[in-house]
């Protein structure tokens, strides 16, 4: 469907489109190590302190849309500077708030801004590889997110007791605006607007796409079950496992790591097969009967080398998911409209990254453990069942 392709650019091409997202998600996940000394400074609770995270998602599910119909209109390039500066003012007034709320105002600034960018990475993706090497391209866009996760976590976490919490906002903020750059490399070799078709005109080829709306549907179930696996398996497991809370850490966060090289390895062998709904498919049912075995393994013997065994395996089924799924608004829809099909599809992602957390929370509260795990087969089944509606090869 790309009406123009970018030729060369090679190491240097993958790098800044996995960059972007790498930045995004250092930016959204530097908080969740620095939840303590946020509870400490402000003196909220930890419902309140968890907001830091879903008032940066929430302007996504607002703004992915319109972000992609600007896209389409005045092209990647002034976007992408409405996105970075969003981005660096949000950081800067989350680094320097007097107050709580204020750090909630710039949380929503920085996510608008990432919203922003990531809908114009993944138009200029469109335009830069043939079909037959956007699978690739896309498993290695996509694992930029747990990659930045993995930093956040780990090395950002490791300097907040030097830097102190405003510290580690300040520098997640600069890591991330430093993708300014290779993104002004990726903006020169795509089109600067498009302007050859109106986006009042041609919109019901995406909002009436029934396609579209399937694949949507799918990626709220598939985000909804993954996130909501994640959030709360660390605690889950400690307490119906027994086990130590960094070993529950560890394995909560390996099912995400496991993606970083297996992602851009499903995406290339997609694109040799030439076909998209098999992966998804095979995705949910892989992450389906993991889901299913993880509560029973976790009481056995040989708890945490098999839990190891079955979530890698469920983070391989993973990242079948994202580069097959990425790939159908590109090859479904018409280059010019194809930043609104990933605004929409953005839109449905970070939809289900806000219900998983609840939708399980909830069952915990309101049931049992075990009913928090069956809970994610249950959304990981109704993805499964949506995904065999995809018309798509």
Known sequence: MQSSVRTGGGSKLYLSIFYAYFAFALLFQAYPPLFDALVAEFDISRQAVALVMSLFLAPIVVLAVPAGVLVDRLGVRRVGWVAFGLMAVGALVSALTPAFPVLLAGRALAGAGGCFLIVAVLKIITYSFTRERLGLALGIFAAGLPGGTAVAFNVLNAGGETLGWRGVTLLAGLIAISALWPYLWLARGAPVAEGRVQPS????????????????????????????????????????????????????????????????????????????????VLAFAIYLAGSLVVPLVAQSAAAVPALFVVIGVMGMGCAMFFPAALAIPAENVAPPLTGAAYGMLFAAQVAGMMAGPSVVGFVLDSASTYAGFLTVSAVTLAGLAASLTLRTR
């Open 201 to 280: 005109t041609n919109m019901p080829d995406v909002f009436g796409s029934r396609e579209m709306w399937r694949l949507a549907a799918v990626t709220v179930c598939g985000y909804t079950a993954i996130i909501g696996f994640t959030t709360w398996a660390p605690s889950t497991l400690v307490e119906y496992a027994a086990m130590p809370l960094w070993v529950s850490l560890a394995l909560a966060s390996f099912l995400l790591v496991v993606d970083i090289p297996f992602a851009p390895l499903w995406g290339k062998v997609s694109d040799r097969m030439g076909i998209r709904k098999a992966f998804i």
